[in-house]
């Protein structure tokens, strides 16, 4: 049976497009220069018809070696340390005072006639079958004005060949030394390519030699993954020769994306210096991006912003260099320059040095990039914006001013490229946006919350574009920069999926290897007092007992280290390491020291621990203070390279390095927090990281979480997240519609208080007037039973709630009802229709025994499934309810009994109930419960990282069987996450304002 067709007709195929688009066909035979690489007829018909009078100069000069002299130069430039073929190609080279350049790039605008003629005499030229030694020959090479750039592989899928054969072949049967492939000086890069599918390598290396993907990706939306599409009338990889090899592309790839990255290593032991050299050329993705946003920008110019949803592992570093590069030399259809400065925004303190790099590494030009880190002023800051200075890289610290001196400076226009939020933020950096916190979000509010909050508090301004890349980007943010498909939902300007990601290579699934851990316990009081108390309060102290237990700790700590030990030790050639989540700062510090002394006893020198948290503690009964430096013996900026070392295994977190840390020796992750949403995406994906040369295998054990709970939070960005739902203002003035219903609250009163209170400074004399108009509410209110009361409350704090999420994901604006808020915000906090229980300590006062660590489930090679659609979280009613009494007796019996005799003894209890303690010093849950109601504080109550200690509710069937049979269990369990403290801090910030 004859083929289809064969690998010959294929690169014939393949040769005839080319010469459609311009192409020369040479004869390798007779053309091609095997020591240089090199085409000469076509490198001095380049010379000579773009240069004459530099070729005359040399030829004066050199006589008949003219052309040996050129093509020595040439070779030495190329061939040199810190020479390349692509420095040749972009910065020419200088012969006896005589510049000759190698390649002309298409000019930014079609004023200067010279230049755009330069540009379209570059020559194109391909050859086939070239012998390159006596043993090798390439299908096909591919020249720019006589300097070879590409080599090209081909197989035949009809023919039982792929382009696994290709690579084999690069690999193993080419020459890494030969002139054509030599590092630098050779080839750009290197296709191996079938019918289907194109991968790529920029250096050979022998067998080591790495290749990826150079795919478009297959499908869309939520069937996007690795490959190319199927096509009617032409083969998948069809756009090699209809798009990347055309002339205008591969000039644009060789100028403006293709470079080299250089590394400085220093050998920690011996001090010793050495630089790491990689030639980057774009994946198809990084290149489709760019390249849409600027067609898109050339006609919006700085109208609109943009989200860019990037996996991990998609290259999002030089994906930025690559578009902050790009913009500075953007012109409009008016030949008019579009963007003045481009800012690029980043969360780390320090400006990241890889990006700087990238940057830099594009384009050599003195002062083209300017870094503002924590050192600058802002006044440094204002000098960058309105001085010369094109790419300014900054802090996030630092979007606030830039937001406010950008809309002030009208006539320049600003692109702002925000890198991914990788950390959440707390102290300094939440007060600066206080009215951030987003409404119904369960995690710290982190930096794309406040980014987004930034910008909508001065709005969209004509002369800014925002460019945002993200990888998991929440409801908030799609309303806020996504474009509305034809579905009408919000949806990223442009997808490189966690699935494609994953499918072609560049991160693993995290989630093949998931064992889950319940914690069973049998608890009692030790006091022969009964005293009466909240059923919430109880339960959050009894919790926090039972987690901080030294039983507890001990068990689950020597279930860690022996699972490290016996199951994850080895892989990655014995270099593997782990991460263990824990909730709360003390909880890492008592983790640590259990991990001490657990090792000590077993005498076990092969596992070592680091723990990382932030500030002092001290723990109780302890006079010790303990700090990260403390108990590592190094400080905390030490703390990532110590930990890459071979000394050190485990690392003990409490919210550090949970988000934008990268360490692909990451092989396991014990969890003992509870994760949701975002924060588990991010949290688990430490262990993402391939490791090249090993085969990495991940492992997670969980003690709070269940494997399908993760896969339900990976599910919205494991293909495309889109945005199902928008807010509209009618919803905010119904409710104030049943909040003036109840004729509590006197307009003027509303409108006197907004007077006083943004007069100036607030006197002693104005805070008792303010308290007066508050005050006249609160009897107003009394007036009615102790029901109505609660129904205007309800409605308030819905109102509240509403207004704050309304004017978060909208551009909404309503003076007068801003003035309303206001007053009723300060009005909710002095409002207590509660009951006088709660507010005893159980410090000391409960024993707990029989604990069981027990391994429930174990899942492997799970599958996850694309759930694209998010929802803006819209506000509930947000209901009071009677807190319920009980003894303490009665709780602890409820606990105890409701579990049944799954053990030995029948008062063993499932632990499901992990409340977090929240410090009062906490800014970020002041700050909380500032801003929100005390259905929206819980949230970030559970999500407290720093000083609280929370983990809500563990996994486990039989409870929640309870729960959904039992109403009134069920509500006495869920309704307790909405602490006292809350009201105490309400009223607390009330005090301290008035």
């Known amino acids: 049976m004859n083929d289809i067709l064969t690998e010959k007709e294929y690169q014939h195929y393949i040769m005839d497009e080319l010469v459609k688009h311009g192409y020369v066909i040479r004869n390798a035979k007779t053309d091609y220069d095997r020591a240089f690489a090199m085409d000469r007829g076509m490198l001095f018909k380049f010379l000579q018809n773009t240069q004459p009078e530099a070729m005359d100069a040399l030829t004066k000069i050199y006589k008949d070696k003219t052309e040996d002299t050129v093509i020595s130069f040439l070779n030495a430039e190329m061939t040199k340390e810190r020479g390349s073929l692509l420095n040749v190609l972009k910065n020419g080279i200088e012969i006896s005072n005589q510049n000759l350049n190698l390649l002309y790039r298409k000019p930014a605008t079609t004023f200067n006639k010279e230049a755009n003629r330069l540009y379209n005499e570059n020559i194109f030229s391909v050859m086939e079958e070239v012998v390159i030694s006596d043993k090798e020959r390439i299908d096909l090479v591919i020249f720019v ?67 990826l993907p150079f795919n478009m990706g297959n499908g869309t939306g939520i069937e996007a993954g690795a490959g190319n599409p199927i096509f009617k009338d032409k083969y998948s990889v069809s756009y090699m020769w209809e798009d990347i090899l055309t002339k205008d592309t591969l000039v644009e790839l060789i100028t403006q994306f293709v470079f080299i990255d250089r590394t400085e290593e220093k050998d920690e032991d011996t001090g010793r210096k050495k630089i790491k050299e990689k030639l980057i050329f774009p994946r198809f993705h990084q290149l489709d991006v760019i390249r849409k946003l600027l067609a898109d920008i050339y006609v919006n110019k700085s109208s609109l912003n943009y989200l ?17 590069h790009r913009l500075t030399s953007l012109h409009d259809a008016d030949q008019k320059i579009i963007f003045d400065k481009i800012i690029i925004v980043t969360d780390r303190v320090v400006v ?20 503002m880190d924590e050192k600058c002023t802002s006044a440094d800051l204002a000098d960058a914006l309105s001085g010369n200075t094109k790419i300014i890289a900054t802090t996030i610290q630092k979007f606030p001013y830039i937001v406010d001196n950008v809309k002030n400076m009208q006539n320049r226009t600003f692109a702002v ?87 072609e290579g560049f991160i693993l699934d995290v989630l093949q290897n998931y064992v889950e851990y319940n914690t069973f316990y049998h608890i009692n009081k030790k006091i022969l007092d009964d005293p009466e108390m909240k059923t919430s309060d109880a339960k959050r102290q009894i919790a926090r007992f039972i987690k901080l237990h030294e039983t507890n700790i001990a068990q689950r700590i020597e279930i860690i280290i022996e699972h490290f030990r016996t199951t994850v030790m080895n892989e990655l050639g014995g270099k593997a390491k782990a991460m263990v989540i824990t909730s709360s700062r003390e909880e890492a510090v008592k983790y640590k020291l259990a991990f001490e002394d657990y090792i000590k006893r077993k005498n076990y020198n092969d596992i070592k621990a680091l723990v990382a948290f932030s500030g002092k503690l001290k723990l109780k009964n302890d006079d010790t203070e303990y700090s990260e430096a403390m108990m590592n013996g190094f400080s905390e900026d030490k703390l990532t390279r110590e930990f890459d070392k071979d000394d050190y295994q485990v690392l003990l977190v409490a919210n550090k390095y949970q988000t934008g840390f990268d360490q692909p020796k990451l092989c396991a992750m014990y969890v003992l927090k509870k994760l949701k949403n975002v924060a588990a995406v991010q949290t688990l994906s430490r262990l993402n990281r391939i490791c090249p040369p090993y085969t990495k295998k991940t492992f997670i054990l969980d003690f709070v979480n269940s494997c399908e709970d993760m896969e339900k939070a990976f599910a919205p960005y494991y293909t495309t997240t889109l945005l199902s739902n928008t807010v509209t203002p009618q919803t905010i003035y119904e409710l104030e519609a049943k909040v003036d219903g109840f004729y509590v609250v006197d307009p003027a009163d509303i409108e006197d208080f907004s007077q006083l209170l943004y007069s100036g400074e607030i006197t002693s004399k104005i805070k008792t007037r303010l308290n007066f108009l508050l005050n006249k509410s609160v009897k107003q209110l009394e007036k009615y039973d102790v029901p109505k009361q609660r129904e205007f409350i309800t409605n308030v704090r819905h109102f509240i709630r509403f207004y704050e999420f309304l004017i978060q994901v909208t551009c909404f604006e309503d003076v007068e009802l801003h003035k309303k808020y206001v007053y009723l915000t300060h009005l909710e906090a002095r409002l207590n229709i509660g009951d006088k229980g709660g507010g005893y300590n159980l410090d000391g006062k409960l024993q707990a025994t029989n604990f069981v660590q027990k391994k429930e489930k174990e899942t492997k090679n799970t599958k996850i499934t694309g759930a694209p659609v998010v929802k803006l979280p819209v506000p509930g009613d947000g209901s009071i309810t009677e807190a319920a009494k009980e003894k303490l007796s009665q709780i602890i019996e409820e606990i105890n009994s409701k579990m049944g ?51 809500g509710l563990e996994q486990n069937q039989d409870f929640y069987t309870l729960l959904l049979n039992n109403d009134e269990v069920k509500r006495n369990v869920l309704d307790i996450f909405v602490p006292e403290i809350y009201n105490m801090m309400r009223k607390e910030q009330q005090a301290q304002e008035l």
């Open 145 to 211: 004005n006589g300097l070879a750039v590409i080599s090209m592989e081909l197989k035949c899928n009809h023919a039982k060949q792929s382009y696994h054969d290709a690579i084999t072949q690069y690999r193993i049967e080419r020459d890494p030394k030969n002139r054509l492939f030599r590092f630098k000086a050779g080839c750009l890069v290197n296709f191996a390519m079938d019918l289907d599918e194109v991968y790529m390598a920029t250096k050979l290396d022998g067998e080591s030699t790495f290749f």
């Open 308 to 324: 860019i949803q990037h996996s991990a592992g998609s290259g999002k570093t030089n994906s930025i260099a690559w578009l902050a």
């Open 352 to 371: 990241d040095r890889q990006l700087q790099k990238a940057v830099t590494g594009m384009e050599h030009k003195s002062g083209l990039i300017r870094v």
């Open 417 to 503: 490229i925000i890198d991914e939020a990788h950390s959440s933020t707390s102290g300094k950096d939440m007060a600066a946006v206080t009215k951030a916190l987003s409404a119904g979000e369960d995690e710290d509010m982190d930096v794309e919350d406040m980014l987004v909050y930034e910008i909508r508090r001065s709005g969209k301004q004509n002369n800014v574009s925002i460019f945002a890349f993200t990888a998991t980007p929440k409801a908030t943010t799609l309303q806020q920069f996504g474009r509305l498909n034809d579905k009408g939902q919000y949806q990223a300007f442009h997808v490189y999926s966690m699935k494609q990601a994953i499918e």
């Open 901 to 951: 005799t799954k053990f030995d003894t029948d008062v063993a209890v499932k632990s499901m109930l992990q409340i977090k303690d929240l410090m009062m010093k906490s800014d970020s849950l002041k700050t909380s419960a500032k801003n929100n109601t005390e259905a929206d504080f819980k949230d970030s109550f559970y999500s407290n990282v720093d000083d609280a200690l929370i983990d």
